[in-house]
Antibody
Framework: EVHLVESGGGLVQPGGSLRLSCAAS????????MNWVRQGPGKGLEWVSY????????YYADSVKGRFTISRDNAENSLYLQMNSLRDEDTAVYYC???????????????WGQGTLVTVSS | DIQMTQSPSSLSASVGDRVTITCRAS??????VNWYQQKPGKAPKLLIY???SLQSGVPSRFSGSGSGTDFTLTISSLQPEDFATYYC?????????FGPGTMVDIK
């Protein structure tokens, strides 16, 4: 069974840093692109970042560009999100999601992990 | 960025009702739209990809249609487990963007 499990969330002060992890199992992790998507409290979904299977292509939402860094370790079947200079508005549940389909063709997110909560507050 | 809008923002329906949710993109996205279902406290779940393809394991009462800028998600006969929030999402360009969601609750 394909499974994604996020970890690393918690309470952090504004300006602080946090590193999220996503452990993948049940599929050949190195063959698939991955994404981070977040959801603020009571809000909708916001795509955050994309990384291709080979790590050669990376994209970020403008709201996190220059502050967040996505990476992956295909040997460890893991995805990461390094979050620096955190702001109140980064408070959200962060989901990792596998990408299916080619990026330049119809593509979609499936499955999603259960999410990890990041709270930025003083 | 491509803006995605959904209507209605919420609806009340009864078990057995036919429900239609509309999603509109700010520019043509051909068929690069996906639909997700989210229940409270849970992760989103893929229902429909590429506008009209039913994800494996999803009941056939769910269907998607549309092309260009206008898309619909239809639930042919609403079941108790379908009460949730539904999001459309475009995969035509970066950044990927989602609609604001449609909450379906019990009448």
């Amino acid at each position: 069974e394909v499974h994604l499990v996020e970890s690393g969330g918690g309470l952090v002060q504004p300006g602080g840093s946090l590193r999220l992890s996503c452990a993948a199992s049940g599929f050949t992790f190195s063959s698939f692109s991955m994404n981070w998507v977040r959801q603020g409290p009571g809000k909708g979904l916001e795509w955050v970042s994309y990384i291709s299977a080979s790590t050669t292509i990376i994209y970020y939402a403008d709201s996190v560009k220059g502050r967040f860094t996505i990476s992956r370790d295909n040997a460890e079947n893991s995805l990461y999100l390094q979050m620096n200079s955190l702001r109140d508005e980064d408070t959200a549940v962060y989901y990792c999601a596998r990408g299916l389909g080619l990026y330049s063709s119809p593509n979609w997110f499936d499955p999603w992990g259960q999410g990890t909560l990041v709270t930025v507050s003083s | 960025d491509i803006q995605m809008t959904q209507s209605p923002s919420s609806l009340s329906a009864s078990v057995g009702d036919r429900v239609t949710i509309t999603c509109r993109a700010s520019q043509s996205i051909i068929n690069y739209v996906n639909w997700y279902q989210q229940k409270p406290g849970k992760a989103p779940k893929l229902l429909i990809y590429a506008a009209a393809s039913l994800q494996s394991g999803v009941p056939s009462r769910f269907s998607g249609s549309g092309s260009g800028t206008d898309f619909t998600l239809t639930i042919s006969s609403l079941q108790p487990e379908d009460f949730a929030t539904y999001y459309c999402q475009q995969s035509y360009s970066t950044p990927r963007t989602f609609g604001p969601g449609t909450m379906v609750d019990i009448k």
